[in-house]
């Protein structure tokens, strides 16, 4: 908590970081900070309630219906509006696990929200929530032990608002017709628009980033894990590239140099001894971190990611814009002597320093602004998007899940399923085509009388046209002409 005076440290939130903070990430802490913060305030403005479960309740309450009355009012002067269940109930989870360890702790007598004996239809509930996570685990019965088959028989005192049921919806991919246009024209620095020397014409960093996340599969985080050693001519298929990415903490050193005749213990370490100024980029703060989210490792004693290319071709483009990114740093006078990570700031007071995400994303919205589309996550046009691209590419291609998997890094076969559902257009597409051929079929197999009465179009009888019949489905410019003659 910040004050005028100083900086106010809440020691059991505190501890609680540092006893985690090996298994959770940056963002987490920050989640739980939040919802704690706005916990205190909510404790402020309502200091009369004493018992830790009615102030919980209404805390609760005030976060999923804001704190405003019907008049507008707000005697609480927080001011927050509703907010959905999606945002809360993860926040408030996280708050309930704290509160459980400040028990253990001895730093409050009760939980805010207490475990209590669950109801028949309860433990119902929580049995079908555990199949249902290990369903698919191969070793999944072996899970349940008795410490476990306990836990399953309660439940939390004050339930959480349940989020309304759906099903996964369409992934949101980057626009296939835009993708020559976003590495012709997106990535021109600025300025060089009639350069003749590509080298100072392109932006070669962001090319390479934007390559593998169009046509690698790579997560957005994933390309700021590149070591310069990471990208290399494959050995086996010459003139294309081998890139892997490997974990930031626990993947394999270069094996130069060396300590004590032996390679560095991990990434961490091999860090910490040849270049103590960067930390792994996983458990750093602020503009340099960077997360990783993959497990399936392509190779589990090295633990990297194999990148794959769709379409392969791409292998070989990213060789070449990869020794363009190279030689452009080269001219910048930027060496590898200071840290081992690929991509670098090329400017400024940070010249030389990890390029960072946020400077990407900055990059990555004026190359799509530029060619003319709008940026956001609606139109499939952020970074995760081109991950996106590659998933629906590979399902039409009809490539085997397994493959699939390998090539995306999921621990699941199911993480594929977002890539299969249709879209809006897609299914409206379906039914267009379903419709023509019920059309054609009725009017096939009737007499006129009963083909009248059949393809009556809605819009002729209300406004009495001559041309009662229908035989085909009216395309999306047809549909806008013909309602004109409403004018």
Same mark, same amino acid.
């Given at each position: 908590?910040?004050?005028?005076?100083?900086?106010?440290?809440?020691?059991?939130?505190?501890?609680?970081?540092?006893?985690?903070?090996?298994?959770?990430?940056?963002?987490?802490?920050?989640?739980?900070?939040?919802?704690?913060?706005?916990?205190?305030?909510?404790?402020?403005?309502?200091?009369?309630?004493?018992?830790?479960?009615?102030?919980?309740?209404?805390?609760?309450?005030?976060?999923?219906?804001?704190?405003?009355?019907?008049?507008?009012?707000?005697?609480?002067?927080?001011?927050?509006?509703?907010?959905?269940?999606?945002?809360?109930?993860?926040?408030?989870?996280?708050?309930?696990?704290?509160?459980?360890?400040?028990?253990?702790?001895?730093?409050?007598?009760?939980?805010?929200?207490?475990?209590?004996?669950?109801?028949?239809?309860?433990?119902?509930?929580?049995?079908?929530?555990?199949?249902?996570?290990?369903?698919?685990?191969?070793?999944?019965?072996?899970?349940?032990?008795?410490?476990?088959?306990?836990?399953?028989?309660?439940?939390?005192?004050?339930?959480?608002?349940?989020?309304?049921?759906?099903?996964?919806?369409?992934?949101?991919?980057?626009?296939?017709?835009?993708?020559?246009?976003?590495?012709?024209?997106?990535?021109?620095?600025?300025?060089?628009?009639?350069?003749?020397?590509?080298?100072?014409?392109?932006?070669?960093?962001?090319?390479?980033?934007?390559?593998?996340?169009?046509?690698?599969?790579?997560?957005?985080?994933?390309?700021?894990?590149?070591?310069?050693?990471? *990208?290399?001519?494959? %050995? !086996?298929?010459?003139? &294309? +590239?081998?890139?892997?990415? =490997? $974990?930031?903490?626990?993947? @394999?050193?270069?094996?130069?140099?060396?300590?004590?005749?032996?390679?560095?213990?991990?990434?961490?370490?091999?860090?910490?001894?040849?270049?103590?100024?960067?930390?792994?980029?996983?458990?750093?703060?602020?503009?340099?971190?960077?997360?990783?989210?993959?497990?399936?490792?392509?190779?589990?004693?090295?633990?990297?990611?194999? *990148?794959?290319?769709? %379409? !392969?071709?791409?292998? &070989? +483009?990213?060789?070449?814009? =990869? $020794?363009?990114?190279?030689? @452009?740093?080269?001219?910048?006078?930027?060496?590898?002597?200071?840290?081992?990570?690929?991509?670098?700031?090329?400017?400024?007071?940070?010249?030389?320093?990890?390029?960072?995400?946020?400077?990407?994303?900055?990059?990555?919205?004026?190359?799509?602004?530029?060619?003319?589309?709008?940026?956001?996550?609606?139109?499939?046009?952020?970074?995760?998007?081109?991950?996106?691209?590659?998933?629906?590419?590979?399902?039409?291609?009809?490539?085997?899940?397994?493959?699939?998997?390998?090539?995306?890094?999921?621990?699941?076969?199911?993480?594929?399923?977002?890539?299969?559902?249709?879209?809006?257009?897609?299914?409206?597409?379906?039914?267009?085509?379903?419709?023509?051929?019920?059309?054609?079929?009725?009017?096939?197999?009737?007499?006129?009388?009963?083909?009248?009465?059949?393809?009556?179009?809605?819009?002729?009888?209300?406004?009495?046209?001559?041309?009662?019949?229908?035989?085909?489905?009216?395309?999306?410019?047809?549909?806008?002409?013909?309602?004109?003659?409403?004018?």
């Amino acid at each position: 908590m910040l004050t005028a005076e100083k900086v106010n440290v809440l020691e059991p939130l505190l501890f609680y970081f540092l006893s985690r903070h090996h298994e959770r990430s940056q963002s987490w802490m920050v989640k739980l900070c939040e919802i704690v913060g706005q916990l205190i305030d909510y404790i402020d403005a309502n200091g009369q309630i004493l018992k830790p479960t009615d102030l919980f309740g209404g805390f609760v309450n005030s976060l999923y219906n804001g704190t405003f009355d019907e008049t507008e009012n707000d005697p609480s002067l927080l001011c927050w509006f509703p907010s959905s269940a999606k945002t809360v109930n993860p926040k408030l989870r996280m708050l309930e696990e704290f509160s459980d360890w400040m028990v253990i702790k001895n730093y409050i007598p009760l939980s805010l929200n207490p475990w209590t004996d669950a109801t028949t239809s309860a433990q119902r509930f929580n049995w079908i929530a555990w199949y249902r996570q290990n369903q698919f685990s191969f070793l999944g019965h072996l899970r349940l032990t008795t410490k476990k088959s306990a836990s399953l028989g309660q439940a939390r005192s004050m339930k959480l608002r349940r989020q309304p049921l759906g099903k996964a919806s369409a992934a949101k991919a980057f626009p296939p017709d835009f993708e020559t246009a976003l590495f012709r024209d997106g990535f021109v620095r600025h300025g060089k628009t009639d350069e003749e020397d590509i080298l100072e014409k392109f932006d070669w960093r962001g090319i390479c980033i934007a390559l593998l996340l169009v046509y690698g599969a790579r997560r957005l985080s994933e390309p700021f894990q590149l070591w310069t050693g990471d *990208v290399m001519e494959n %050995p !086996t298929r010459p003139g &294309e +590239a081998l890139v892997r990415i =490997y $974990h930031p903490v626990e993947g @394999q050193a270069p094996e130069n140099p060396k300590v004590n005749g032996r390679r560095a213990a991990n990434r961490q370490a091999y860090l910490q001894i040849f270049h103590p100024r960067y930390a792994p980029r996983t458990t750093a703060h602020g503009n340099y971190h960077a997360g990783f989210k993959g497990r399936a490792f392509t190779d589990e004693k090295a633990q990297f990611l194999h *990148v794959h290319w769709l %379409p !392969t071709d791409m292998a &070989e +483009a990213f060789l070449y814009a =990869y $020794h363009n990114y190279m030689e @452009q740093r080269a001219r910048l006078g930027i060496d590898s002597a200071r840290h081992p990570f690929a991509f670098v700031s090329h400017k400024g007071k940070h010249k030389g320093e990890p390029y960072t995400i946020g400077a990407f994303c900055a990059t990555w919205k004026r190359a799509v602004t530029r060619i003319g589309l709008p940026h956001g996550k609606l139109h499939g046009t952020t970074p995760h998007g081109g991950r996106h691209s590659v998933g629906i590419r590979a399902n039409k291609a009809g490539i085997d899940k397994y493959d699939a998997q390998e090539m995306f890094g999921h621990s699941s076969l199911l993480s594929q399923d977002v890539y299969r559902v249709p879209t809006v257009e897609q299914v409206t597409e379906s039914l267009d085509a379903a419709t023509r051929r019920i059309l054609h079929e009725e009017s096939a197999g009737a007499n006129d009388d009963q083909a009248l009465n059949r393809q009556t179009n809605l819009i002729d009888i209300w406004t009495g046209s001559e041309d009662r019949s229908r035989t085909h489905i009216w395309s999306a410019p047809q549909r806008r002409n013909r309602g004109k003659r409403f004018d």
